[in-house]
């Protein structure tokens, strides 16, 4: 079993900014970031490589979201910048086992974190 704790969520205007954290108690999975809006279903956000630090993002966040991690830490973080109103979601933290690289399929991510809200208002 891994935990997995978020941090980090919270109400911004638009074009704002914020930075996500999720801690994980395991360092053999990689992690991602999947967000589900109201009505809607559970959307990939990004992903980070445990071993290359190689990133995949879904195209509705590509070039305004970032991820990145620490290993010491055992930490990944997703710098949300250019928010828009359509990115207010619960924002999850996934772990996958670290053989399987930047996959967007979330039945492969086997643990999930509590989630964290992200509001933007516009």
């Known amino acids: 079993q891994v935990q997995l704790v978020e941090s980090g969520g919270g109400l911004v205007q638009a074009g704002g900014s914020l930075r996500l954290s999720c801690a994980a108690s395991d360092r053999t999975f990689s992690l991602g970031w999947f967000r589900q809006a109201p009505g809607k279903e559970r959307e990939f956000v990004a992903a980070?490589?445990?071993?290359?630090?190689?990133?995949k993002y879904g195209d509705s966040v590509a070039g305004r979201f970032t991820i990145s991690r620490d290993n010491a830490k055992n930490t990944v973080y997703l710098q949300l910048n250019s928010l828009e109103p359509e990115d207010t979601a619960v924002y999850y933290c996934?772990?996958?086992?670290?053989?399987?690289?930047?996959?967007?399929?979330?039945?492969?991510?086997?643990?999930w974190g509590q989630g964290t809200q992200v509001t933007v208002s516009s």
């Open positions: 980070i490589s445990r071993s290359s630090g190689s990133t």
């Open positions: 996934a772990a996958t086992p670290s053989s399987i690289q930047l996959t967007m399929n979330r039945a492969l991510y086997h643990f």
